[in-house]
């Protein structure tokens, strides 16, 4: 099974601040990764795949990049409604997985 | 926009069996360009998939639940279910249904999550 390895865990960042959050396969998974977003109580919602790709309505403040098997996503001036847990999953192979998440709250 | 909305108990005893229904509030439940899929959050931690579904009939599990889990899409009711048996505590989570679009992408077919339920906290109770 394909490990995703997400970090930090957790962050403190101010409104405006650009924030980077990394997420790590195990093994090579080509761009077969997306990227969402969770507010409490709420449903995920989907950002971005292809690992680079923005999902139809998603602001261009949140970009991605990939680098092998280390993939990363940005957040540039971030906004009061960007505090939230964000996750990345595989779905290049079975099991699809997910990170253990990284949850952006306000410092 | 599409809806899917999920319903099924919030309480299930130990050893019996969860079932969540989730119906999806337009047709394309009958496209061959979705799934439909079951992904779950015990309280305080993260996503794992459960597996997905397809009107064709060609249906995924994740194999650490697979023994224990049913999934079925009934195009004639827009609707597709969960069944999950012999639950213990461990299965209390927060389960969710989603669609899983297939986005074509430089030459790719990319697999993506793109609608959820509301979800739905099911507590296994001894």
């Known amino acids: 099974d394909i490990q995703m390895t997400q970090s930090p865990s957790s962050l403190s960042a101010s409104v405006g601040d650009r924030v980077t959050i990394t997420c790590r396969a195990s093994?090579?998974?080509?761009?077969?990764l997306a990227w969402y977003q969770q507010k409490p109580e709420k449903a995920p919602k989907s950002l971005i795949y292809?690992?680079?790709t923005l999902q139809s309505g998603v602001p261009s403040r949140f970009s991605a990049s990939v680098s092998g098997t280390d993939f990363t996503l940005i957040i540039s001036d971030l906004q009061p409604e960007d505090f939230a847990t964000y996750y990345c999953?595989?779905?290049?192979?079975?099991?699809?997985?997910f990170g253990g998440g990284t949850k952006v709250e306000i410092k | 926009q599409l809806q899917l909305l999920q319903s099924g108990p919030g309480l299930v005893k130990s050893s019996e069996t969860l079932s969540l229904t989730c119906t999806v509030s337009d047709d394309s439940i009958r496209s061959t360009h979705y799934y439909w899929g079951w992904i779950r959050q015990p309280p305080g931690k993260g996503l794992e998939w459960i597996g997905h579904g397809h009107y064709s009939g060609n249906i995924y599990y994740n194999p650490s639940l697979k023994s224990r889990v049913s999934i079925s899409v009934d195009t004639s009711k827009s609707q597709f279910s969960l069944k999950f048996n012999s639950v213990t505590a461990a299965d209390t989570a927060v389960y969710f249904c989603?669609?899983?679009?297939?986005?074509?992408?430089?030459?790719?077919?990319?697999?993506?999550?793109?609608?959820w339920g509301q979800g739905t906290l099911v507590t296994v109770a001894s």
């Open positions: 292809g690992a680079t």
């Open positions: 989603a669609r899983r679009a297939i986005i074509p992408l430089a030459g790719k077919s990319h697999h993506v999550f793109d609608f």
């Open positions: 093994q090579d998974i080509s761009n077969w």
């Open positions: 999953q595989q779905y290049g192979y079975y099991p699809l997985s």
